[in-house]
């Protein structure tokens, strides 16, 4: 079954520590995406890759870091995480650039 | 910069009663124009994608509709398992997809 997955759903942590949310396809496509998503706020992005080894920033990309070592992994990571970035995090991948991108099932991430 | 601006925010029908979603777009060298539906818990799942004004694509009870400033999501005999956010995007030529804040539609059997 063509799918994102994303691990962990659900993550409750505390200020300052380290986290790392993945996100992986099985579709063979070469642009993954990150989004948070946030009330009265829509869908905002975060990072994108347009392929192995390229990465670049979206409209929100302060506090986050994200590598692209594989096609089918794009890991997000959150080295000092504060409570501005609690959050429902989305990761996406599609084989037509930015656009038609299949969404993963989503991270709910929580900072005390 | 690219903007989108959905409105309303939230609409409620009784079941049967056609209505449609509005997406106002700016846009720098439109790509694309996409409308995905989120349900409740869920990531966006895609629908649709218009290139240029004038195209129409349908699906089941949805069709959009696309012009140089807006698009349209009408929905004819909504049923109670439509109910969902409904969200626009554009797609630019810098290459990122933007993402209006969705509306949320409610439909009461």
């Known amino acids: 079954e063509a799918q994102v997955t994303q691990n962990p759903r659900y993550l409750i942590t505390v200020t300052g520590k380290k986290l790392t949310v993945t996100c992986s396809q099985n579709m063979n496509h070469e642009y993954m995406s990150w989004y948070r998503q946030d009330p009265g706020l829509g869908l905002r992005q975060i990072y994108y890759s347009m392929n192995v080894e390229v990465t670049d920033k979206g409209d929100v990309p302060e506090g986050y870091k994200v590598s692209r070592k594989e096609k089918r992994n794009f890991p997000l990571i959150l080295e000092s995480p504060s409570p501005n970035q609690t959050s429902l995090y989305f990761c996406?991948?599609?084989?037509?650039?930015?656009?038609?991108?299949?969404f993963g099932p989503g991270t709910r991430l929580t900072v005390t | 910069e690219d903007q989108v601006t959905q409105s309303p925010e939230a609409l409620r029908l009784q079941e049967g009663e056609s209505s449609s979603l509005n997406c106002s777009y700016t846009?720098?060298?439109?790509?694309?124009l996409f409308w995905y539906r989120q349900d409740p818990g869920k990531g966006p799942e895609f629908l649709f994608t218009?290139?240029?004004a004038g195209e129409e694509k349908e699906k089941e009870r949805l069709k959009a509709t696309l012009t140089k400033k807006e698009s349209f999501l009408h929905i004819t005999a909504p049923k109670p398992e439509d109910s969902a956010t409904y969200l626009c995007?554009?797609?630019?030529?810098?290459?990122?997809?933007?993402f209006g804040k969705g509306i949320t539609l409610s439909v009461r059997p």
């Open positions: 996406a991948s599609s084989n037509a650039g930015p656009y038609e991108q299949y």
């Open positions: 218009l290139y240029s």
């Open positions: 846009v720098s060298g439109l790509r694309g």
């Open positions: 995007a554009v797609g630019g030529a810098n290459s990122k997809l933007t």
